[in-house]
Nanobody, 126 residues
Framework: QLQLVASGGGSVQPGGSLKLSCAAS????????IAWFRQSPGKERKGISY????????NYADSVKGRFTISRDNAKNTAYLQMNSLKPEDTAVYFC???????????????????WGQGTKVTVSS
């Protein structure tokens, strides 16, 4: 059974950077996509960055496009989210997830993902 462990969250000032990691164990080969979702208090969980594991193709939500970069290291079974130019509205709990579907240009919603990491909190504040 696939297990995901997210790490790298923390507190940072506006304009700063953080890099999140998502380490997978136990069956990542059965999945096509790793995604990062985030959730703020009282809001739904939304996908922001997606990567196709085989090709490295990516999708981004408009809110993070140009600031966040998703990548993966297949040899290490790890995906990353480099977050630059962070804004207070980026404050949320960030989750990584693995899914079996990939649709170019589409941001798949949470129900399409089968395995989830535990979440790592990111706070952007001065």
């Amino acid at each position: 059974q696939l297990q995901l462990v997210a790490s790298g969250g923390g507190s940072v000032q506006p304009g700063g950077s953080l890099k999140l990691s998502c380490a997978a164990s136990g069956g990542l080969a059965d999945y096509n996509t790793i995604a990062w979702f985030r959730q703020s208090p009282g809001k739904e969980r939304k996908g922001i960055s997606y990567i196709r594991l085989s090709s490295g193709a990516t999708n981004y939500a408009d809110s993070v496009k140009g600031r966040f970069t998703i990548s993966r290291d297949n040899a290490k079974n790890t995906a990353y989210l480099q977050m630059n130019s962070l804004k207070p509205e980026d404050t949320a709990v960030y989750f990584c997830a693995a899914g079996r579907y990939w649709l170019s240009g589409l941001l798949l919603a949470a129900p399409y993902f089968d395995a989830w990491g535990q979440g790592t909190k990111v706070t952007v504040s001065s």
